[in-house]
């Protein structure tokens, strides 16, 4: 408990850890959105379907942007600007606002 107190830098990474997680925990939220986010199946199977479901789906979510952000940044090295390691630090495949979740429903007319 010292430590802690005495720690500022401990108490910086484990905030830092803190915030990645409520970032997660966001993202599942914003995929939930169908029953405000309420899991109502009856059975243990039924649950376990759609939690999985939805950790496969944060799961892509993530793995997309983590793809895109290395592409960023590895054109930003072929172009000759060099990316500062703090910056990247603070950079997170976690967002979502890019991708609509909800889907666009064009209706062309006739």
């Given at each position: 408990?010292?430590?802690?107190i005495l720690d500022?830098?401990?108490?910086?990474?484990?905030?830092i850890?803190?915030?990645?997680?409520?970032?997660?925990?966001?993202?599942?939220r914003a995929i939930?959105f169908?029953?405000?986010?309420?899991?109502?199946?009856?059975?243990?199977?039924?649950?376990?379907?759609?939690?999985?479901?939805?950790?496969?789906?944060?799961?892509?979510?993530i793995?997309?942007?983590t793809?895109?952000l290395?592409?960023?940044?590895?054109?930003?090295?072929?172009?000759?600007?060099?990316?500062?390691?703090?910056?990247?630090?603070?950079?997170?495949?976690?967002g979502?606002e890019?991708?609509?979740?909800?889907?666009?429903?064009?209706?062309?007319?006739?």
């Amino acid at each position: 408990m010292i430590d802690w107190i005495l720690d500022a830098e401990l108490q910086r990474r484990a905030q830092i850890g803190l915030n990645k997680g409520e970032a997660h925990h966001a993202l599942k939220r914003a995929i939930s959105f169908h029953r405000r986010g309420e899991i109502r199946d009856r059975s243990a199977e039924g649950q376990h379907y759609r939690i999985a479901g939805m950790n496969l789906l944060a799961a892509i979510i993530i793995f997309w942007n983590t793809m895109k952000l290395g592409e960023v940044v590895a054109n930003q090295k072929r172009d000759g600007k060099l990316l500062s390691p703090d910056l990247l630090a603070h950079v997170s495949p976690l967002g979502w606002e890019h991708i609509n979740l909800t889907g666009e429903y064009r209706w062309p007319k006739p």
